[in-house]
T-cell receptor, first 110, second 122 residues
Framework: QSVLTQPPSASGTPGQRVTLSCSGS????????VNWYQQLPGTAPKLLIY???QRPSGVPDRFSGSKSGTSASLDISGLQSEDEAEYYC???????????FGTGTKVSVL | QMQLVESGGGVVQPGRSLRLSCVGS????????MHWVRQAPGKGLEWVAV????????YYADSLKGRFIISRDNSRNTLYLEMNSLRPEDTARYYC???????????????WGQGTMVAISS
């Protein structure tokens, strides 16, 4: 069981805004930067957000990230059908001395 | 283009060993830290291990320490994962991934291979 907890599912209609949460503790989110990954069905994960809020080149600006204390959020504004995917948060954990992924949130576009 | 290609997966009996390989191309492989991440069928992502750009430091997931060994050969642009005493619960797709920053571990994995499937079964 992961130390980073995410809701198992989220959904929205095209154009809607969806917010995904990631909850951790002082040993991970509270002391480390957070990254977000998107995994489309049947494909390898893709880095979506790094250093809490930075977007790699090529990631649309409708994806945005933030962190506060021991929680982080990923916002998807203007939801599109191609955003249907699994989303994972991740951070270094000082207690485990390792990198941990969240449990993942499956986003559906209705 | 920047690419990672894994190989070496297959069906292995419990207790046996297997070595995975990952070849990088389209970027200066020797300048980047490299990770292994696995994903069991229908499950989430699990980080396995990381090695620094020069191979001087390695970190492992606690649950795998002692059984898995990460290494690299920069002359061959190749990353390895040696897996020993394999168990059914090691069944997963194994991905290699590049760390974002050169010569520094940021633990942001920006380039991923397509993965190689490992199945542990008698």
């Amino acid at each position: 069981q992961s130390v980073l907890t995410q809701p198992p599912s989220a959904s929205g209609t095209p154009g809607q805004r969806v917010t995904l949460s990631c909850s951790g503790s002082r040993s991970n989110m509270g002391s480390s930067i957070v990254n977000w990954y998107q995994q489309l069905p049947g494909t390898a994960p893709k880095l979506l957000i790094y250093s809490n809020s930075q977007r790699p080149s090529g990631v649309p600006d409708r994806f945005s990230g933030s962190k506060s204390g021991t929680s982080a959020s990923l916002d998807i504004s203007g939801l599109q059908s191609e955003d249907e995917a699994e989303y994972y948060c991740a951070a270094w954990d000082d207690s485990l001395n390792g990198y941990v992924f969240g449990t993942g949130t499956k986003v559906s576009v209705l | 283009q920047m690419q990672l290609v894994e190989s070496g997966g297959g069906v292995v009996q419990p207790g046996r060993s297997l070595r995975l390989s990952c070849v990088g191309s389209g970027f200066t492989f020797k300048n980047y830290g490299m990770h292994w991440v696995r994903q069991a069928p229908g499950k989430g992502l699990e980080w396995v291990a990381v090695i620094t750009y020069d191979g001087s430091d390695k970190y492992y997931a606690d649950s795998l320490k002692g059984r898995f060994i990460i290494s690299r050969d920069n002359s061959r642009n190749t990353l390895y994962l040696e897996m020993n005493s394999l168990r059914p619960e090691d069944t997963a797709r194994y991905y290699c991934a590049r760390d974002l920053r050169q010569r520094w571990l940021q633990f942001a994995l920006d380039i991923w291979g397509q993965g190689t499937m490992v199945a542990i079964s008698s």
